[in-house]
């Protein structure tokens, strides 16, 4: 084989050797790009949750102004309540007034009748004092009539008391009717409210485990680009290390052989050139070795990241 036809053979070989290199390296970057890509859609997906808790706690705020204008109504009616819960009092106090004057007005009317009976008894047994005792009768039936119009009037006033009674207990019944549908509407308030508050609670765990999410996968992100960065790097010292510490024994070895080739003849002068030929085989040995043990210290840091 001839010197030429090894140089091109060589560089035939050293030019796979490069295109092989620049083949990873481009693959290194496109998976780098893919995963700064990835990197974007997650800061994307953390600026949407932020969003959307912004919103929650707005809505938060909003249920809260609406508990306390609920809570103000409330206060509101219950004063009412009060008011006419004092008024009813007030009413049923007046009422039994008004039967206590009706119980001492009968009393009288009752006197009054016993009276008459005993004044008959006496018209009776003092016929002679038959003049008097019918002044005294008339005078008796006029106070009889009278009594009789004043229990006329007792009684318009009574049933006058009866009807503002019958009226108080109908405005209570209609006061305790919408107090209920107060009460009612109130429970429903709070029910809502209690379905927003677990509802709050449920978004803002949510919340938090996407947050888990996207810090793991940010870590595991910032890895992979400190491990991608790392092997690049890697990438490039070996390149560097074939370029320059391969090529040097190579071009011994290529030249020694040339030199083998034209003494071929004289083994005595072969000796040198042999020694030399060992020295960079030898020399080419240490750097593979080299070589394959920083292969290895790169796929370690690899696996451990």
Same mark, same amino acid.
């Given at each position: 084989?001839?010197?030429?036809?090894?140089?091109?053979?060589?560089?035939?070989?050293?030019?796979?050797?490069?295109? @092989?290199?620049?083949?990873?390296?481009?693959?290194?970057?496109?998976?780098?790009?893919?995963?700064?890509?990835?990197?974007?859609?997650?800061?994307?997906?953390?600026?949407?949750?932020?969003?959307?808790?912004?919103?929650?706690?707005?809505?938060?705020?909003?249920?809260?102004?609406?508990?306390?204008?609920?809570?103000?109504?409330?206060?509101?009616?219950?004063? %009412?309540?009060?008011?006419?819960?004092?008024?009813?009092?007030?009413?049923?106090?007046?009422?039994?007034?008004?039967?206590?004057?009706? %119980?001492?007005?009968?009393?009288?009317?009752?006197?009054?009748?016993?009276?008459?009976?005993?004044?008959?008894?006496?018209?009776?047994?003092?016929?002679?004092?038959?003049?008097?005792?019918?002044?005294?009768?008339?005078?008796?039936?006029?106070?009889?009539?009278?009594?009789?119009?004043?229990?006329?009037?007792?009684?318009?006033?009574?049933?006058?008391?009866?009807?503002?009674?019958?009226?108080?207990?109908?405005?209570?019944a209609i006061a305790n009717i919408e107090l209920a549908f107060?009460?009612?509407?109130? %429970?429903?308030?709070?029910?809502?409210?209690?379905?927003a508050n677990n509802e709050l609670v449920f978004q803002n765990?949510?919340?938090?485990?996407?947050?888990?999410?996207?810090?793991?996968?940010?870590?595991?992100?910032?890895?992979?680009?400190?491990?991608?960065?790392?092997?690049?790097?890697?990438?490039?010292?070996?390149?560097?290390?074939?370029?320059?510490?391969?090529?040097?024994?190579?071009?011994?070895?290529?030249?020694? @052989?040339?030199?083998?080739?034209?003494?071929?003849?004289?083994?005595?002068?072969?000796?040198?050139?042999?020694?030399?030929?060992?020295?960079?085989?030898?020399?080419?040995?240490?750097?593979?070795?080299?070589? @394959?043990?920083?292969?290895?210290?790169?796929?370690?840091?690899?696996?451990?990241?």
């Amino acid at each position: 084989m001839s010197y030429s036809h090894k140089t091109k053979e060589f560089k035939f070989i050293l030019h796979r050797a490069e295109e @092989t290199n620049a083949t990873a390296l481009i693959v290194a970057n496109k998976e780098l790009l893919f995963q700064n890509q990835q990197k974007e859609a997650r800061a994307a997906e953390l600026a949407i949750a932020n969003e959307e808790l912004i919103f929650q706690n707005l809505e938060k705020e909003k249920r809260a102004a609406e508990l306390v204008i609920a809570n103000i109504e409330l206060a509101f009616q219950n004063q %009412e309540k009060e008011k006419r819960a004092a008024e009813l009092v007030i009413a049923n106090i007046e009422l039994a007034f008004q039967n206590h004057e009706k %119980e001492d007005r009968a009393a009288e009317l009752l006197i009054a009748n016993k009276e008459l009976i005993y004044q008959n008894e006496e018209k009776e047994n003092r016929a002679a004092e038959l003049i008097i005792a019918n002044n005294e009768l008339i005078f008796q039936n006029e106070e009889k009539e009278n009594r009789a119009a004043e229990l006329i009037v007792a009684n318009i006033e009574l049933a006058f008391q009866n009807e503002e009674k019958e009226n108080r207990a109908a405005e209570l019944a209609i006061a305790n009717i919408e107090l209920a549908f107060q009460n009612h509407e109130k %429970e429903d308030r709070a029910a809502e409210l209690l379905i927003a508050n677990n509802e709050l609670v449920f978004q803002n765990e949510e919340k938090e485990k996407r947050a888990v999410e996207l810090n793991l996968a940010y870590r595991e992100l910032k890895k992979a680009d400190e491990y991608l960065k790392e092997y690049v790097k890697g990438l490039e010292e070996m390149m560097y290390m074939t370029s320059h510490d391969v090529r040097r024994p190579v071009a011994n070895i290529i030249g020694l @052989t040339n030199i083998i080739n034209d003494f071929i003849n004289s083994p005595a002068q072969l000796k040198k050139p042999i020694k030399y030929l060992k020295q960079s085989a030898v020399e080419l040995d240490l750097f593979l070795n080299e070589l @394959t043990a920083f292969i290895g210290n790169l796929e370690k840091k690899g696996k451990s990241q």
